[in-house]
């Protein structure tokens, strides 16, 4: 009770457009700013004072409606249109009739009618993983707190506000927080590849900022983990919890956090800065 209490305190009841309006600080800024970096000399604070557009891109895209597909599938029509087709194939981009759909649907995600398909495909293996296989004995019997939701939190290092949009938040019977994130993927979900993803992408850094951040909401530490589906059939699922490089994660975090605040304080965003002279 007192989590869900703690939890509710700090909820924003926004839009999603409207909580990628708020001025706090989120993980993807936070990443993109490319204060997650661990060489100090690539990190990028100027990316946080002069925020540019948001990452976007097919891959992104096509994350965004799987999990909408998942989570918020009410959601589906006010954030993505599939492109029209005609004789079973495409209408072509410079025609009259892709222009005035085009209009009616702007700002969506445009999706090809063949990704369209893939993206439904992925969400029903995702959803009867988590009702009948292997995921389900992890997922069994815990309570779900929230779906979707948006929370903020004052952060003592930097003074700033940051925010978090949990996939999903579940408890179990002992009163654990289970922060869990749903991942698309074009290699193999096997650990051995997935590993290396959680490396490229950075999602050591984002889950330990998930945990550091809800521990900030409720005092307590959750559980971190991330359900991978592969783009290509059969759609392979697995499930990972985020456990081994956690503290690691979080220690890199708070260096970054640090480093923004001095940044913040001077008023002095510079592009980056050498820590010595580099072999290539």
Known sequence: MIIREALDA???????????????????????????????????????????????????????????????????????????????????????????????HAGKIHLHPDAWETARSCARYVEEEMEFGGTH?????????????????????????????????????SGVIICEDLKTTS?????????????????????????YALRLITGTDAVCTMMVVEKSYPHRVALYEMRTKMDEAEAQNEASLRA??????AFDFTPAWAKGVYAL
């Not at 249109?81 to 009259?96: D, F, H, I, S, Y």
């Not at 992890?138 to 939701?149: D, K, N, P, R």
Request: net charge neutral; proline share 7%.
């Open 187 to 211: 290699k193999s979900c096997a650990p051995q590849q997935f590993g290396r993803s959680c490396y490229d992408f950075g999602y050591w850094r984002r889950a330990a900022f998930y945990r």
């Open 260 to 265: 923004l605040r001095r940044c913040s304080d």
């Open 10 to 104: 700090h909820r924003l009841h926004v839009t999603t457009p409207q909580y990628h309006a708020h001025p706090a600080l989120s993980c993807s800024r936070f990443m993109s700013a490319g204060l997650y970096t661990e060489d100090e000399s690539l990190w990028t604070p100027q990316n946080y004072a002069f925020p540019g557009n948001p990452p976007s891109g097919e891959a992104l895209d096509f994350g965004t409606v799987v999990h909408a597909l998942v989570y918020e599938p009410d959601t589906l029509s006010s954030i993505m249109a599939v492109r029209p087709t005609r004789g079973g194939k495409l209408v072509a981009v410079n025609t009259q009739e892709y222009g005035e759909w085009s209009l009616i």
């Open 137 to 173: 004995c992890a997922y069994a019997g815990l309570e779900i707190l929230s779906t979707e939701a948006c929370y903020v939190v004052d952060e003592p290092i930097t003074g700033l506000q940051i925010r978090i949009k949990p996939d999903r938040l579940r408890i179990d019977k």
